[in-house]
């Protein structure tokens, strides 16, 4: 059975940080490209970044230079480092594999005074 877990989110002022982490079970976790997605209230899920198998990463415009992707393989775990957040990286915020094959159940960040 497979598993994607997030956790990390939360409640954090803006211009701070927070580090979200899926923790992948059931699959080859070391082949598949994992990717972060979030949505907002009344918009569509978005992909946020992605780091393949071999640690190549991409970021979305509005995230580029904040956000930082990572993986470890060993102990099939991503991450995703938010620094510097602001109000509108408010989301529900999901780890998948890349093509969207399997989904986490998602976790909430708030950024807000």
């Known amino acids: 059975q497979v598993q994607l877990v997030e956790s990390g989110g939360g409640l954090v002022q803006p211009g701070g940080s927070l580090r979200l982490s899926c923790a992948a079970s059931g699959i080859i976790f070391s082949i598949y490209t994992m990717a972060w997605y979030r949505q907002a209230p009344g918009k569509q899920r978005e992909l946020v970044a992605s780091i393949t198998s071999s640690g190549s990463t991409n970021y979305a415009d509005s995230v580029k230079d904040r956000f930082t992707a990572s993986r470890d393989n060993a102990k099939k775990m991503a991450y995703l480092q938010m620094n510097s957040l602001r109000p509108d990286d408010t989301a529900v915020y999901y780890c998948?594999?890349?093509?969207?094959?399997?989904w986490g159940q998602g976790t909430q960040v708030t950024v807000s005074s």
């Open positions: 998948a594999t890349g093509g969207g094959t399997y």
